[in-house]
């Protein structure tokens, strides 16, 4: 079955600094692999995907997602932090069986001004 | 812009009781889901549908069931309300996967108390 692993539970950052928040996956077959985000009281917001291509990924609000096969990861980066990436965050990995997603535990992350 | 809306944003209810959580999309999509959030498991698949009046257990179906009549509107029933029930329910919808777009979208959750 399909999985994510998010390791660290909090990321606390100083704004400015760069950020990553870290995600390995286990699938068999090639993984399609997403990054969300949920600000207080609210849903979870689309961030970025990765199907094929580069393993770059650019997404929304300036972030940006490695994918590394051989490491089995898909970290979540930013250049510069800002108070307002203040967020939970959680990877998803989607599962072939049926068209569902399966979701990380999340990472809460914390920019400090 | 995808629209997924819920029909609570909070809700209180008491032991016993028969819950219903609607949730409504914009965007013609085939899928909708609903999950719960809790501290520390993350999302939860409770039920997930991809079709009018077509319904998949999720992964903790147990105490709930859901209802789809119409395309854009998927419900969930809690059929007698239990306090390990209080979490955040989300709902979201995605395309079908032949159209090769696989995101989910979501809406703004429903928090459910019960007490």
């Known amino acids: 079955a399909q999985s994510v692993a998010q390791p660290e539970d909090q990321v606390n950052v100083a704004e400015g600094n760069p950020l990553t928040v870290k995600c390995t996956y286990s699938?068999?077959?090639?993984?399609?692999l997403f990054w969300y985000v949920q600000y207080p009281n609210r849903g979870l917001q689309f961030l970025l995907k990765?199907?094929?291509?580069?393993?770059l990924v650019k997404g929304s609000y300036g972030f940006e997602a490695e994918f590394n096969k051989s490491q089995t990861s898909f970290h979540l980066k930013k250049p510069s932090a800002l108070v307002s990436d203040s967020a939970l965050y959680f990877c998803?990995?989607?599962?072939?069986?049926?068209?569902?997603?399966?979701f990380g535990t999340g990472t809460r992350l914390l920019v400090s001004p | 812009d995808v629209k997924v809306t819920q029909s609570s944003r909070y809700l209180v209810k008491r032991t016993g009781e028969k819950v219903f959580l609607e949730c409504v999309q914009d965007?013609?999509?085939?899928?909708m889901f609903w999950y719960r959030q809790d501290p520390g498991l993350g999302l939860r698949l409770i039920y997930f549908?991809?079709?009018?009046?077509?319904?998949e257990k999720g992964d903790i179906p147990e105490g709930y069931s859901v209802s789809r009549e119409k395309k854009e509107r998927f419900s969930l029933i809690l059929e007698s309300a239990s306090t390990n029930q209080t979490s955040m329910y989300l709902c979201?919808?995605?395309?079908?996967?032949?159209?090769?777009?696989?995101?989910?979208?979501f809406g703004p959750g429903t928090r459910l108390t019960v007490t």
């Open positions: 979201a919808s995605s395309r079908s996967a032949g159209q090769g777009s696989y995101e989910q979208y």
């Open positions: 699938v068999s077959g090639n993984p399609y």
């Open positions: 990765y199907i094929t291509g580069d393993n």
């Open positions: 998803a990995v989607r599962d072939y069986s049926f068209q569902k997603l399966v």
């Open positions: 965007m013609d999509h085939e899928n």
């Open positions: 549908s991809y079709d009018v009046k077509m319904k």
